[in-house]
């Protein structure tokens, strides 16, 4: 297929609008996604792989890890845009954040509850259980970007403004993008050089809990807002200083959505 030249900068155009648009937010980005996939499927149960593979057919963990942000422009999905966060004000305790997850149907903790609901339901059709599934594979990454636990006041960091290695972004963009493109990794590369937990970090990843997880998660992103508070203008000492935060945030995501995944299909 051939396009003309006005094509292409409608396309190009086009483009730019949606990657540049801080409301049209993709935790991690495709990349970081795919790396939790990926771990996440290095993770998962006999019964767990051979479910998945009847659900996706050909498509993979990782593969279909970002369809939910490829699929927002679909209004037949409006409905599912809440669930790719939970914002909370600074300064809550996990009992407040916990009565959040269970008294608000519109956010991210009730985006993962439904889908683990379709999936152990029998009735749910199979292309329902399908969208359920890359739902879920993407939403557990979101679940442990920090900024998708971020504030309200702020879209969970969009309106932070910052510069990294002197280009324009924002705080959101950084933790989606920027930070994990700075490693110049392909999504196996990095998943493979993450995936050696700890037994300790196995252990504490066993629970299936969004709220425990929003919870640690949360308290992560208020050291990130109170970084940016201080300097907005970061690049090689930020990377030196949370890469070891960003990458114990990917390594949960995939052990998370591992032993949720196992947990389904036990």
């Known amino acids: 297929m051939k396009f003309s030249k006005v094509s292409l900068l ?9 990657t540049g648009n ?18 996440a499927d290095r993770h ?18 990782a593969m279909v890890s970002d369809w939910p942000d490829f699929i927002k422009s679909d209004r037949k999905y409006d409905s599912t845009q809440v669930w790719h966060y939970i914002n909370f004000e600074d ?25 683990i609901s379709i999936l152990k339901d029998k009735n749910s059709s199979a292309s329902l259980k399908k969208d359920a599934m890359k739902f879920l594979i993407h939403l557990i990454g979101d679940a442990n970007q920090p900024m998708h636990i971020g504030r309200p006041t702020d879209k969970g960091g969009n309106d932070v403004k910052m510069t990294w290695f002197k280009r324009t972004t924002n705080l959101h963009r950084i933790w989606d993008d920027d930070f994990i493109e700075f490693q110049d990794l392909s999504y196996t590369e990095y998943a493979i050089a993450l995936n050696h937990p700890t037994a300790e970090q196995i ?5 299936t809990d969004p709220a425990a997880w929003f919870c ?5 992103s208020r050291k990130l807002y109170a970084d940016a508070e201080k300097e907005t ?6 990377n030196y200083v949370f890469l070891s935060a960003m990458n ?4 949960k995501g995939g052990l998370r959505l591992a032993n949720v995944l196992n947990e389904i299909y036990k």
């Not at 396309?11 to 730019?16: E, M, N, P, Q």
């Not at 252990?203 to 629970?207: I, L, P, R, T």
């Not at 640690?216 to 992560?220: D, I, K, Q």
Request: hydrophobic residues 40%; positive net charge.
């Open 203 to 207: 252990e504490a990843c066993k629970s």
């Open 44 to 61: 998962l149960s006999k019964k767990a792989k051979k479910a998945i593979k009847q659900l996706l057919g050909a498509e993979s963990v």
């Open 22 to 39: 801080p409301l049209i937010s993709s935790a991690w980005g495709k990349t970081g996604h795919r790396i939790v996939g990926e771990i």
């Open 248 to 251: 114990e945030q990917l390594l």
């Open 216 to 220: 640690e998660t949360y308290g992560l």
């Open 91 to 115: 300064g809550l305790n996990c009992e407040q954040i916990k009565h959040k997850c269970e008294n608000d149907s519109t956010n991210l903790a009730y985006g993962i509850r439904k889908m």
């Open 233 to 238: 203008d970061v690049g090689y000492k930020y």
């Open 10 to 18: 409608i396309i190009s155009a086009l483009f730019l609008f949606l």
